[in-house]
């Protein structure tokens, strides 16, 4: 079966100070991987997703970027971080085809002091 | 563009007592429709999905939802509530173009008290 990890669980992280939060999939093969935060407890907005090894798409610009080194892996990063970066970060996977169920990992909370 | 709303921040509900979660949607072409369900601090967890055939759609810890397309809604029933069904809601619809990315509505926040 297929899952999904997520880390660091929880991070305090101090303004101006680089991020790089990590995602892995197991399982599976050739996955779309995404990256949505969730800010207050509720919306949820789909910062990056990746079809492929080195293929980003960046939904809103930001502070944060996104990588794909390998297959099962999706790395979120920030050279500098903002008061505004504080959220709940959630990485999902899906299967390629069309009309398949997203799965979410655990979520890691970053809190930018 | 693809879009979802959820009418309301939060239903309120009797243990026992039939529960419906809204959710309307906006797309162009066929919907590609979800919802998941979110605890405390925890990730979303798929419920269900429709994507084409029957119109209600039967998914985790029974719930279902029905798909009404001249309404353009996908409303998340449960016929008996569960206290422990109390966590947050999401709708959320297929967006286009390409990545198989969701949208997802605001959400709504499920009370069940006993």
């Known amino acids: 079966s297929q899952t999904i990890h997520q880390w660091p669980a929880t991070l305090v992280q101090p303004v101006g100070s680089p991020l790089s939060l990590e995602c892995t999939v197991e399982g599976t093969s050739n996955p779309n991987l995404y990256w949505y935060r969730q800010a207050a407890g509720r919306g949820l907005q789909l910062l990056f997703y990746?079809?492929?090894?080195?293929?980003i798409s960046s939904e809103v610009p930001q502070n944060l970027s996104a990588s794909r080194p390998q297959d099962r892996q999706f790395i979120l990063s920030s050279k500098k971080l903002l008061l505004s970066d504080s959220g709940f970060y959630l990485c999902?996977?899906?299967?390629?085809?069309?009309?398949?169920?997203?799965?979410f990992g655990e979520g890691s909370w970053l809190t930018v002091v | 563009a693809q879009s979802v709303a959820q009418p309301e921040d939060q239903v309120n509900v009797a243990e026992g007592n039939p529960l419906t979660v809204k959710c309307t949607y906006s797309?162009?072409?066929?919907?590609?429709l979800f919802w998941y369900v979110q605890y405390p601090n925890r990730g979303l967890q798929f419920l269900l999905k429709?994507?084409?055939?029957?119109?209600l759609v039967k998914g985790s810890y029974g719930f279902e939802a029905e798909f009404n397309k001249s309404q353009t809604s996908f409303h998340l029933k449960k016929p008996s509530a569960l206290v422990s069904d109390s966590a947050l809601y999401f709708c959320?619809?297929?967006?286009?173009?390409?990545?198989?990315?969701?949208?997802f509505g605001q959400g709504t926040e499920l009370s069940v008290k006993p």
């Open positions: 990746s079809v492929g090894i080195g293929q």
């Open positions: 999902a996977w899906a299967p390629r085809a069309s009309g398949n169920t997203i799965y």
């Open positions: 797309v162009s072409g066929n919907p590609y």
């Open positions: 429709y994507i084409t055939g029957d119109n």
């Open positions: 959320a619809v297929r967006g286009l173009p390409g990545g198989g990315k969701l949208i």
